[in-house]
C-alpha cells in the first residue's frame, strides 16, 4: 500500500482537490481519494497511520493514447517532415516494409516509452497482427481499430474478408474493424465495416480531413489525390464531387449506434462540426497536434470544437509522425497554441475521455475508489499552466 499527497488532485471526475490524499494498494487500485476541505466524508481510519509521500505538483488518472499505430515504431525519424500529408503517405508505403522483427522490437520499445510517459491504454491502428504479440505481454490495455482501405468499390468484399482474419488473429486481445479515411474507402465498404459494427456494437475510428486535399477532392473532385490515385493506376470515374467536404457525405454511412472517433480535423470548418451536430450520430473528436505540426505544419481549430459538449480526446498517432510517444507533449502543443485551455480540461480529454470511448471507463480514466487507473504526477506547472518544463512520472 502506499499513500500520496499533492498540491492538487485531478481526478477527472470532480472539481481539483487541494492538498488531497490518494491510497492505493500494491496493484494501484484506488483505495482512498481524501479531500481535507471535505469534513463530511471521514477518512478511513485505517490509511490513517500510513506516512504519505508528499508530492509537488498535480496528481492525475493514467492517460489513454486513442490513437497511435505501433507498427510503424520502426519509421522513427525516417519519414520527412512538414512535405504534407500525401508525400507523407506515399513515404510510409514506400518505408514500412521490413522484416517482422525489426517492426516487433521497435514496437515493443514504443509501448515501453508509453507506459514511462504515462499511458495505460491505446487504440491503437493495426494492418496486420503483428503487434499482437507484443500487446500479449504488455501492460497498457490495447484496443485494436483493424483498418482497411480500398477506394476501389470492386474490392470491398475481399478487402474486409481480410481484415476479419487480422482481427481472429489478435484474439483475445479487443479488435474492431476500421475505416482507414474518406478518400481510401469506397461507400461499399463502409457498408460493410458499418454492418459488422452494428452487429457487435463495435467502436471505430477514421482519418479525418487531416489535409485540405480531402476536401478538395470530395467537393469538386480536385486536388493532389487525383495525381495520387493515378501513379497507383487507380481509376477514379465511379466517384463524382460531392459538393461538400469530405465529413459532410461520409456522416450518413455510420450508424447512430456506433462510437465514431474523428482523428485530427485538421481542416474541419465550423460548417462541418454543425452539421455533424445536426446528424444523430456518436460523433467523438480526437486531436494529435504533434503529427498534425509533423506532417502539414498546422493545427486543428480546436475553438470550433469544446463549445458543444463533444467528447474530445488526445493521440499521439505513430512515430512515423511524432518525434515521442507522450500525450502530456501533446497537451503542452496545445497549451502554446491556445493558452486559453485550462489543464483540468486537457487532463479529462486526455483521460476519462479516452477512456468512455474504448468502453474501458469501469475501470480507467478516474480517481476513484475501487478503480485501478494509473496515477501520474505532472510537475513543473506555472500557476496550473504546461510550459516546456513541466514533466510526467508514473506513480502506479
Ligand atoms: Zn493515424
Redesign the pocket.
Known sequence: MKKFTADYILTSTSSPIKNGSIVVDDNGKVLQVEDPQNLTAKPQQQYADLKAEKLSGVICPGFVNT???LELSHLKGKVPAGEGLIEFIKNVQKLRKTDDAEVIEAAAKADEQMEQNGIVAVGD?ANSAVTASVKLKSKLYYHNFIEVYGFDPKNAEAVFNSALAIQEQFKPLAASITPHAAYSVSKELFRLIRKESDDKNSMLTI?NQESDEENKLYRYKQGSFLDFYDRLGLDISFFKPQARNSIQSIIPLFSNRQNVLM??NTFTSMKDVYFTRRFDRKINWCF?PG?NLYIEKTLPKLNIFTHHGFNITL?T??LA?NHVLCILKEMRLLQENFPYLELENMVEWATINGAKFLGIDHEKGTIEAGKTPGLNLISGLDRMKITPETKVRKLA
Open positions: 490513437h497511435c499505430h491502428i482519418h482523428v485530427h494529435c503529427a493521440g498517432d505513430s509522425s
